[in-house]
């Protein structure tokens, strides 16, 4: 069973940084796709950052340069640096799991795969 719990989120100025946590299990430790993604009050769901097993990273053009993702393998634990935060990036987060047969994941894993496992989300707030 894959759990997946989020934390780290928080209040910051435009400008800020923070950084999230998630702690992973349950998934294929060999062969995945691991990301996360937000979704703020009347948006739509939008993914942000991706890591396959082969450590490929993808990024929506929204984030990329400004945030960055990357796994601990020996604590199953997944972050998201977050620099350079805007008042657009409030949103809540969510980080997501989903496992691949051996050899796929790197090719399906972008920022906007629609995992079927995610946490349920931890709360970012940037002011101006």
């Known amino acids: 069973q894959v759990q997946l719990v989020e934390s780290g989120g928080g209040s910051v100025q435009a400008g800020g940084s923070l950084k999230l946590s998630c702690a992973a299990s349950?998934?294929?430790?060999?062969?995945?796709?691991l990301g996360w993604f937000r979704q703020a009050p009347g948006k739509s769901r939008e993914g942000i950052a991706a890591?396959?097993?082969?450590?490929?990273?993808r990024y929506a053009d929204s984030v990329q340069g400004r945030f960055t993702i990357s796994l601990d393998g020996a604590k199953n634990t997944l972050y998201l640096q977050m620099n350079s935060l805007k008042p657009e990036d409030t949103a809540m987060y969510y980080c997501?799991?989903?496992?691949?047969?051996?050899?796929?994941?790197?090719?399906?894993?972008?920022?906007?795969?629609?995992?079927?496992?995610r946490g349920q989300g931890t709360q970012v707030t940037i002011s101006s």
């Open positions: 349950g998934y294929n430790y060999n062969s995945y796709c």
């Open positions: 890591i396959a097993d082969d450590g490929t990273t």
């Open positions: 997501a799991a989903e496992s691949f047969t051996p050899g796929i994941a790197p090719r399906l894993c972008t920022s906007d795969y629609r995992f079927v496992h």
